[in-house]
């Protein structure tokens, strides 16, 4: 069957109406019964060559559309030289990505880390978390014998 018969089956299927007044992100490149569909304007994982099919646009997304979702974003001006690129480019990277959101979180993360273990190993005593059943066993936690965990960084 021709990718774009499957693709019009699956929103016949989530009964999408054309166009629907909210925006609805149904990804058409699964099969009928892996399809996701997203309420609300979210948008799930992009994985390379994702097609996502925005309700309110009747359109599927585009590279640059799926890029900016990943909070890869230079502003308007240039967002201009990506249009030197396919779509179908676009779509891959921004699938190979990951947001940049998480990135962010994650570095900060990294670099606090980082400070606890260069606090603790000149010999400070470092309150990191509270006492909670939440946070026992974990490697940051005060009075526990867990400098090892942060010692391998060093």
């Given at each position: 069957?021709?990718?774009?018969?499957?693709?019009?089956?699956?929103?016949?299927?989530?009964?999408?109406?054309?166009?629907?007044?909210?925006?609805?992100?149904?990804?058409?490149?699964?099969?009928?019964?892996?399809?996701?569909v997203l309420e609300s304007?979210?948008?799930?994982?992009?994985?390379?060559?994702?097609?996502?099919?925005?309700?309110?646009?009747?359109?599927?997304?585009?590279?640059?559309?799926?890029?900016?979702?990943?909070?890869?974003?230079?502003?308007?001006?240039?967002?201009?030289?990506?249009?030197?690129?396919?779509?179908?480019?676009?779509?891959?990277l921004a699938g190979n990505?990951?947001?940049?959101?998480?990135?962010?979180?994650?570095?900060?993360?990294?670099?606090?880390?980082?400070?606890?273990?260069?606090?603790?190993?000149?010999?400070?005593?470092?309150?990191?978390?509270?006492?909670?059943?939440?946070?026992?066993?974990?490697?940051?936690?005060?009075?526990?014998?867990?400098?090892?965990?942060?010692?391998?960084?060093?």
């Amino acid at each position: 069957m021709p990718s774009a018969r499957r693709e019009l089956e699956i929103l016949v299927l989530e009964k999408v109406a054309i166009p629907e007044v909210t925006r609805r992100i149904v990804d058409v490149s699964q099969t009928c019964s892996r399809t996701r569909v997203l309420e609300s304007g979210c948008l799930a994982t992009i994985l390379p060559r994702t097609k996502a099919y925005i309700t309110d646009r009747c359109r599927t997304m585009v590279g640059a559309e799926a890029l900016r979702a990943q909070g890869i974003s230079w502003g308007k001006e240039s967002d201009k030289k990506l249009g030197k690129f396919s779509s179908d480019f676009l779509m891959d990277l921004a699938g190979n990505a990951f947001h940049t959101g998480c990135c962010c979180a994650m570095f900060f993360v990294m670099i606090v880390a980082l400070g606890i273990g260069h606090r603790r190993k000149a010999g400070d005593k470092v309150h990191t978390i509270r006492n909670s059943d939440l946070f026992r066993g974990s490697a940051l936690m005060d009075g526990e014998d867990s400098d090892g965990d942060l010692d391998s960084v060093w």
